[in-house]
């Protein structure tokens, strides 16, 4: 059974920086490709970032690029998420996701840009 479970998020300012990690098991994490989504408040899935499961390649929305960097440590089955330049706009609920239509995600973590 995938497992994915997601932490690192706070209250932060706006400018601020938070990074956050997704632990996997229960499935080969190197062989995945992995990707970040979140969910605003009153809004649907939005897609965030993705990362080949060697993590030579990450894609990024036109919303994060240059902002935040996906990452991912297959020794630790461990993937993480550095998000810089934290706006309000990215408050959401963010999930890191183990298929492409991310139905397999874990129960999110909370950040929240606010001063």
């Known amino acids: 059974e995938v497992q994915l479970v997601e932490s690192g998020g706070a209250l932060v300012q706006p400018g601020g920086s938070l990074r956050l990690s997704c632990a996997g098991s229960?499935?080969?994490?190197?062989?995945?490709?992995m990707s970040w989504v979140r969910q605003p408040p009153g809004k649907g899935l939005e897609w965030v970032s993705a990362?080949?499961?060697?993590?030579?390649?990450?894609y990024y929305a036109d919303s994060v690029k240059g902002r935040f960097t996906a990452s991912r440590d297959n020794a630790k089955n461990t993937l993480y998420l550095q998000m810089n330049s934290l706006k309000p706009e990215d408050t959401a609920i963010y999930y890191c996701?183990?298929?492409?239509?991310?139905?397999?995600r874990g129960q999110g973590t909370q950040v929240t840009v606010s001063s």
């Open positions: 229960g499935f080969t994490f190197s062989t995945r490709d």
């Open positions: 996701a183990a298929d492409p239509e991310a139905r397999l």
């Open positions: 990362i080949s499961a060697d993590g030579g390649r990450a």
